[in-house]
């Protein structure tokens, strides 16, 4: 398609504007040539370049003054806020100026890749939720690089973004699923989980789940713990499962401070127990990072928790059960102390008059604690079965 005649009619029309296009002043005229950079024009081939679009549509001069125009606006004091950014979300309305501020940091990342990072606080907070807020056919290359370097700034401006829409009870936070999936985005997720999760008492809990998961690794222990003192002294709006998640989350940062308190709210409840296995056991595993490691005191509070409701089943195929062999897992982790370390914890379970039914296993247990070589869990589980170790309970709806 040939723009000659559209470039001659902007000229024509615009060169007596240049003076507040170039200084970022004429969002009338900005806003147009900003979608047509950021491939919103459907006449314009998607193959030309970004910037090349704009030269398609206005002469050399205006176009150089139009891309000026858009960098030198990211530095006006006046830009949308991220609550102000959220707001218009919420409404479903696009705010005209979110095109210029899109388009002006592309084209500076282009222009000048290594002073996009000394633009002023407020246009990189604006650029990172209109990011969020408006759809492009352009590629924000910016983006990821400018949260990886400058977190404080990026954590700020995601917070603040979805605290209006928490307060709307949004279910959808723009933004957060790329932070969970990227590990060069930790150190940003390091500084937004705790303030998020305090805020978000509503959240689904297979976000829930992967948050706690995360936080557990990568968040300084004592403000992590802090949290969940906060999150746990007031449940009244949080669903039975989230309540679960959290619990097992104090447990795990400080088991023997949290132990007794976690087995009085679990009781003998599948509803609950079930998702703190599913919570507590990977994390145990290593699954998502490095293992958690607990005292022979932490492991005790778990299986006095579990096993009582838990106890062997024999599924299909002759098979242990599912729940089974995670449950006897953290028998297992008793057993690999040594006397000294977990005989304690070994003679307290023994004292516990519902766990009468592992008897046999405690007897084993304190065998290997006796022993310097330890065997591995598969051996473990063999010896227990070839010994006769285990004694079954016929609930077979226990069976998973």
């Known amino acids: 398609m040939d723009f000659t005649y559209t470039r001659q009619e902007n000229d024509d029309t615009l060169l007596n504007r240049i003076d507040a296009i170039r200084k970022g002043q004429d969002l009338d005229v900005l806003e147009p040539f900003a979608r047509a950079y950021l491939g919103l024009f459907y006449d314009i081939d998607s193959q030309v ?15 150089a003054a139009i891309k000026q125009g858009l960098i030198t606006l990211l530095r006006q004091s006046d830009l949308p806020t991220p609550d102000s950014i959220a707001r218009s979300m919420l409404k479903q309305e696009t705010q005209a100026v979110g095109y210029a501020v ?8 282009e222009l000048y890749p290594d002073a996009v990072l000394e633009l002023p606080d407020a246009g990189l907070k604006s650029a990172i939720c209109f990011h969020h807020a408006i759809s492009t056919f352009h590629e924000d290359s910016w ?17 603040s973004m979805w605290r209006v829409l928490l307060d709307e009870k949004q279910d959808f936070l723009p ?35 992967l948050l ?34 959290w619990h097992g989350t104090a447990f795990l940062l400080a088991p023997e401070d949290y132990g007794q308190s976690m087995i009085n709210f679990m009781g003998q409840e599948k509803i609950k127990l079930l998702p ?33 409701k838990f106890t062997p089943q024999i599924g299909v195929n002759d098979n242990l059960g599912e729940i089974t062999v995670k449950v006897l897992w953290l028998f297992y982790q008793l057993a690999c102390f040594s006397t000294e370390e977990g005989g304690e914890a070994l003679t307290g379970l023994r004292r516990v008059r519902v766990l009468k039914l ?12 006796s022993q310097v070589e330890k065997p591995d869990y598969q051996t473990f589980m063999q010896a227990l079965r070839d010994e006769g170790r285990l004694r079954m309970k016929k609930n077979w709806h226990d069976v998973r």
């Open 276 to 308: 703190l296995l599913d919570f507590a056991i990977p994390l145990l595993e290593g699954h998502s990072g490095k293992p958690i490691r607990l005292t022979a005191m932490g492991y005790a509070y778990l299986i006095r928790c579990l096993a009582q």
């Open 143 to 159: 983006y990821t690089p400018l949260l990886i370097k400058k977190p404080d700034l990026a954590a700020e401006a995601l917070l």
């Open 358 to 369: 592992y008897s046999d296993i405690f007897d084993a247990i304190a065998d290997y604690q």
């Open 102 to 109: 899109l388009a002006g940091i592309s084209l500076h990342a």
């Open 49 to 63: 370049p970004a910037e090349g679009r704009i030269d398609l549509l206005a002469n050399s001069d205006l176009a």
């Open 175 to 209: 933004g957060l699923r790329s932070v969970l999936k990227e590990d060069a985005l930790l150190p940003l997720f390091s500084r937004i989980v705790v303030p998020l999760l305090k805020n978000w008492r509503h959240c689904r809990s297979r976000e829930l789940i």
């Open 212 to 245: 706690l998961s995360r936080a557990v690794h990568h968040v300084e222990r004592n403000i992590l713990l802090d949290a969940a003192r906060v999150v746990l002294s007031d449940t009244e709006q949080m669903n039975l499962r989230n309540q679960v998640y």
